[in-house]
């Protein structure tokens, strides 16, 4: 089957009790046991769940993996890779990443005796001597997009390093989905979303999933999902799985007004700088088109002066100031004092997470109404 078949069936079958083209949101939190330790594939709802299990089928089909964990939130799927590992285990990390990332790795678990060590930009040669820093690598993160600078990483050369120094490659996918990129078919172990953004797509429901390319790998992941417990409701797997049906319609038209808008802001005498993915020049632009199908719906700008993003935010009307990201109506965000807060000035300046960087989630509302607000936001 193709995505946008798989998206509305895979882990979706009609109910085979009732018949219902949507299946029941199994609500109960422990299930009959036909005799001590015996039962019908579910004991208790933190180690299982038919809701779940539908969305991790569905999710797992979409990137062509072999098996899929869902979690509670985007940073409790990335915890979960990160508790794989032991003290003195070491991490190669990508240039730029989500501030809730960073945090955990340099707050959370280098208390664990967890080395991480960041590549100095996204060449594949600065993560191969981000290694040589390490006693112990064991793991290299990337994103591709990344959060909020939109810069590609090029996961089939980042899978190569890993081969080649023994590794595991986790990807997060987040700002791509698997409708315009498929890491683990581009030689990643894991792939990392938080589902809350894309797959959800309405703003209404909170989620993480891992998916892995190799079977063994899922057991570990599965064993902290459960011993944790940091595990989706079956509502909310319900409402991913809706918002999951429609993903491929909503990608394609976030992409749509994306390339219209980065068209109006390259054209923009107040903008300084366009980030996104189409535009960048050969071989990056190559790279785009061979490991996705579009750029995507993000879109981030530099703008000439704090002046131009105090207007900015006081008269845009259709996009909404928020943090978050993904959903069908378009949102904006100011990196420096929201999503990126927590890092150091040290660390945002090296990143080029300036004050007037202005990170733009473009949604599906018509694309004139999106340019008139711009337009009159900027004027």
């Not at 299930?31 to 991790?56: A, S, V, W």
């Not at 089909?61 to 990160?82: K, M, W």
């Not at 930009?121 to 191969?128: K, V």
């Not at 004139?368 to 009159?376: C, G, I, S, V």
Request: hydrophobic letters at 35%; one cysteine or more.
């Amino acid at each position: 089957m193709q995505f946008a078949t798989r998206a509305i069936h895979a882990g979706q079958e009609p109910d085979p009790q009732t018949g219902a083209v949507v299946p029941p949101i199994h609500l109960a939190t422990t299930f009959q046991q036909l005799e001590p330790g015996k039962h019908k594939g579910f004991e208790y709802i933190r180690t299982q769940n038919p809701t779940r299990q539908r969305l991790e089928e569905c999710l797992t089909q979409l990137e062509e993996g072999s098996a899929t964990a869902c979690f509670s939130s985007g940073v409790s799927a990335i915890s979960a890779i990160l508790q794989t590992l032991s003290p003195g285990d070491g991490i190669v990390a990508g240039h730029d990443l989500y501030g809730g990332t960073v945090r955990l790795l340099d707050k959370v678990y280098s208390q664990w005796g967890i080395e991480v060590a960041y590549a100095e930009d996204n060449n594949p040669l600065s993560f191969e001597q981000a290694i040589q820093k390490l006693s112990k690598p064991r793991l290299i993160w990337i994103e591709s997009p990344t959060n909020p600078l939109l810069n590609i990483v090029d996961i089939s050369a980042m899978s190569n390093i890993a081969k080649k120094y023994g590794l595991k490659l986790a990807v997060d996918n987040t700002f791509a989905t698997p409708y315009l990129q498929k890491p683990l078919l581009l030689g990643a172990d894991y792939v990392i979303h938080s589902s809350t953004k894309y797959l959800g797509g309405h703003s209404d429901v909170l989620g993480g999933a891992v998916t892995v390319k190799n079977t063994e790998d899922i057991k570990p992941i599965q064993f902290i999902q459960n011993s944790i417990g940091a595990v989706p409701s079956p509502f909310d797997c319900y409402l991913l799985l809706r918002g999951i049906k429609t993903l491929h319609v909503r990608m394609e038209h976030h992409c749509n007004n994306a390339e219209k808008v980065v068209q109006y802001f390259i054209a923009h005498p107040k903008v300084k700088k366009v980030y996104y993915p189409e535009i960048e020049k050969p071989p990056l632009l190559d790279i785009v088109k061979k490991q996705m199908l579009r750029s995507g719906g993000m879109v981030t700008i530099e703008l000439e002066n704090t002046e131009t993003l105090q207007k900015l935010y006081q008269r845009l009307k259709i996009f909404t100031l928020a943090e978050s990201l993904g959903a069908v109506e378009s949102l904006y965000c100011i990196p420096y004092y929201m999503t990126h807060a927590g890092l150091s000035e040290e660390k945002k300046q090296k990143l080029g997470v300036t004050p007037t960087l202005v990170r733009f989630s473009i949604g599906i509302e018509d694309i004139n109404d999106l340019l008139d607000d711009l337009q009159q936001a900027l004027k």
